[in-house]
């Protein structure tokens, strides 16, 4: 999740994202290397809440490639935005071959929030200060098309990943109102978004009871969804329309021209298009598009099962929440009426101490009433944030596409950004390159020091959100 605009970023940061089993192992999930600010995959598959309760547990259960492989296009990263655009290119008739390094969902896709919610990470101002009013608009529109194409491919492919409607962002501070008021106002008038609502204290009732909040803007049309069921779904569609998915294969490297041919362990796939869709753990395959990305950990906790009755006295329509301070906290009911909390953000090289022990008390000071509660499962992921956190999509040559920067915004998008890739691909950019139009750069301060002057940054943000 993500800071501000919609879901959760946290605080600290990880030397490595801890995943941690019901019986609290410590075992280090990924590891972050400080110099080159990047994600390294030396580490075994999430024990996560959703691990335990999917079919598709996250571990490889496909082929590894071996061999010369000859295709039309190959992915690279086997999360949502990588099997989207599988999917969608197969759709097409197009030959489609997936690099995953590890397993379906084994990063952000299989770990997340799975708040399905409308807009970007980015302000629509920010945006429109960047590109102009009329692709504002555009992008906004695109990220609510984003929300209906994930509820259409959940419908086509009868993919069963608990999809919920209903999503509130929520006011914690009385100058928050305003500003709800103010986005409710952006919302309908300049967008023309009319499924959200503005809600006062005593219609917050109806959506999460808890003394914490003093209002919020409820949208019917985000929902949440079982991420990882999510994936593993949109992967098995593309298998079906006939693109091929090879887990345990690392792409190491591509060398670029009409034909692509990607390295990996064991062989290689020469191919006409390649699409790079491995989120912040993409690292050296692409070190020009690392320098504009930086993983930053997040993590989520889930509780024991609640009674039925009891999670609804919590969340009666069982909505998605997140707040809108810098660093949120974000939580919802699972399928098995459990409290899944997420919350806090890493970007420092510490790993978060005590973490489900911190994130714990963060959701009993929303719901004192929870007290009583086991943490069953803790774990965190990488989230890919962009310096202006709008997603940065675009082409390293003209027949190598790239999905990035989602910034804690990618439930939705991700899906509809393969789509725009299959379209680019197929002949028909204009809507990728709305995205792609957008300005990107380099976060400041070369590898020693990017992660630094972003945690000077975050201090600021922490104390905004205190005052
Ligand atoms: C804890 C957490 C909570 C979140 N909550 C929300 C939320 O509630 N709402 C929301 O909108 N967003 C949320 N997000 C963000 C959202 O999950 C991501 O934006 C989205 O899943 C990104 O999808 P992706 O396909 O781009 O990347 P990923 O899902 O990270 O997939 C990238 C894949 O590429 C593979 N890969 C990388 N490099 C290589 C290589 N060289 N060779 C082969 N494979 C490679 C990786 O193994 C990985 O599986 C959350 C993220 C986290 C971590």
Redesign the pocket.
């Known amino acids: 999740?993500?800071l501000r605009t919609?879901?959760?970023l946290g605080a600290n940061n990880p030397v490595g994202s801890q995943a941690l089993n019901p019986v609290n192992s410590n075992k280090i999930l990924n590891t972050y290397d400080r110099a080159s600010c990047q994600v390294h995959?030396n580490d075994p598959p999430a024990a996560s809440y959703y691990a335990a309760s999917s079919a598709a547990q996250a571990s490889a259960k496909r082929e590894a490639l071996k061999g010369e492989l000859q295709t039309d296009i190959a992915v690279?990263?086997?999360?949502?935005?990588?099997?989207s655009t599988a999917l969608h290119l197969a759709k097409r008739g197009y030959r489609v071959a997936l690099?995953?390094?590890?397993?379906?969902?084994?990063?952000?896709?299989?770990?997340?929030?799975?708040?399905?919610?409308f807009g970007l990470a980015a302000s629509q101002k920010v945006l429109a200060a960047q590109v102009g009013a009329l692709d504002a608009r555009r992008l906004f529109d695109l990220s609510v098309e984003a929300l209906d194409l994930t509820q259409s491919l959940i419908r086509e492919h009868g993919i069963d990943c608990d999809y919920r409607p209903n999503h509130v962002h929520v006011a914690t501070k009385p100058r928050h109102l305003d500003e709800l008021k103010q986005w409710i106002d952006e919302l309908h008038g300049e967008y023309g978004y009319g499924s959200a609502r503005l809600l006062d204290r005593a219609g917050l009732q109806s959506h999460v009871r808890s003394d914490r909040y003093l209002g919020g803007i409820l949208d019917p049309r985000s929902g949440?969804l079982h991420?990882l069921k999510y994936?593993e779904g949109l992967a098995r569609a593309a298998e079906a329309a006939g693109a091929r998915i090879f887990e345990n294969?690392?792409?190491?490297g591509y060398q670029d021209g009409r034909e692509v041919v990607v390295r990996t362990a064991h062989g290689s796939v020469r191919c006409r298009h390649l699409a790079l869709?491995?989120?912040?753990?993409?690292?050296p395959?692409a070190p020009a598009l690392a320098r504009r990305i930086l993983g930053v950990g997040?993590?989520?906790i889930a509780t024991q099962p609640l009674d039925p009755t009891r999670a609804r006295e919590l969340l009666p329509s069982n909505a998605?929440i997140?707040d809108i301070n810098w660093i949120l906290d974000?939580f919802r009911l699972s399928a098995d009426q459990r409290i899944l909390f997420?919350g806090r953000v890493s970007y420092s090289a510490l790993q978060p101490p005590r973490l489900a022990d911190a994130m714990r008390r963060r959701m009993v000071r929303i719901f004192p009433q929870t007290a009583d509660l086991q943490v069953q499962y803790t774990?965190?992921?990488?989230?890919?944030i962009s310096l202006s956190r709008a997603p940065d999509f675009g082409r390293l040559a003209a027949n190598v596409f790239y999905?990035?920067g989602?910034?804690?915004?990618?439930?939705?998008?991700?899906a509809l950004a393969g789509k725009l890739v299959a379209e680019a691909v197929a002949g028909t950019a204009e809507r990728f390159d709305v995205f792609a139009r957008l300005p990107h750069r380099d976060f400041p301060g070369g590898p020693l020091f990017r992660r630094p002057s972003l945690v000077l940054a975050m201090l600021y943000y922490r104390l905004r959100d205190i005052l």
């Open positions: 999740m993500l919609n879901v959760a995959l690279i990263g086997g999360g949502i935005a990588g099997c690099l995953e390094a590890r397993c379906v969902g084994y990063g952000a896709s299989g770990r997340s929030g799975g708040q399905t919610i949440h991420p994936t294969t690392q792409a190491l869709c491995g989120n912040a753990y993409l690292g395959v997040t993590y989520m998605a997140a974000y997420g774990w965190g992921g990488f989230l890919d999905l990035q989602f910034s804690g915004h990618g439930m939705a998008l991700t």
